[in-house]
């Protein structure tokens, strides 16, 4: 049985800090993964998907790496700003027929502070 | 292209009555997920559908809940009789087909039971 998890659970970091997000899942066989933004008591937001055969997938500030072989993929977001404060979100789609429903970490709840 | 849409964005229901949310998927897609967020939990896959047919319903709770995707109209996610642990954010995601294609998600239901 998949089961994804992300660390930290919380982080809380000064403006213009580089980090990085974790996420690990536990079978290897994944389709692909993807990155999400939620804001309080908002929908989801699709940050960067990566395919299994990639190893990243870059858009802006933001940069998702995956290692599929050992379970793990790495969202590093660059000058991180005030504006970045929210939930982020790894999600994990199987790789087994046409059923790509989602598999999803608790998230790490971020607060970027001016 | 309008997004996919999901109605209403709030509902409150008092206990023992229906909830029925709806999940327009965007134009072309034919396969839909339902996903539900449970309060300071994670997010959790509960049904996959494709028009006229329930592929994966692995998620659903056995009793109460059941979902539709018509020929024609929106998908729809009944909870009967529904009890205040039914009280969560759904969301509902699309996809053009299965396979490779990405999920794009609504802004999710808000479900408050009384």
């Known amino acids: 049985k998949q089961e994804v998890t992300q660390i930290p659970a919380a982080l809380s970091v000064p403006e213009g800090e580089n980090l990085v997000l974790n996420c690990s899942f536990t079978d290897s066989a994944i389709y692909n993964l993807q990155w999400f933004r939620q804001d309080p008591g908002k929908g989801l937001t699709s940050l960067l998907l990566i395919q299994s055969s990639q190893r990243e997938q870059t858009s802006g500030r933001l940069n998702a790496s995956l290692d599929k072989s050992s379970g793990r993929s790495t969202l590093y977001i660059a000058a991180s700003q005030p504006g970045d404060s929210a939930t982020y979100l790894c999600?994990?789609?199987?790789?087994?027929?046409?059923?790509?429903?989602?598999?999803w970490g608790l998230g790490t709840s971020l607060a970027v502070n001016p | 292209n309008a997004g996919v849409m999901q109605n209403p964005r709030h509902l409150v229901r008092r206990r023992g009555q229906e909830a029925r949310l709806r999940c327009s998927p965007m134009k072309g897609h034919s396969h839909v997920y339902w996903y539900r967020q449970l309060p300071e939990e994670g997010l959790k896959f509960m049904v996959y559908?494709?028009?006229?047919?329930?592929?994966?319903e692995s998620g659903m709770p056995k009793e109460r809940f059941s979902a539709e995707f018509p020929k024609e109209g929106p998908s729809i996610l009944r909870i009967q009789q529904v009890v205040r642990g039914d009280s969560a954010a759904y969301f509902c995601?699309?996809?053009?087909?299965?396979?490779?294609?990405?999920?794009?998600f609504g802004p999710g239901t808000r479900l408050t039971v009384t």
């Open positions: 995601a699309s996809s053009l087909a299965g396979g490779s294609y990405e999920q794009y």
């Open positions: 559908l494709q028009k006229e047919n329930i592929i994966d």
């Open positions: 999600a994990v789609s199987r790789d087994a027929g046409n059923n790509r429903k989602l598999i």
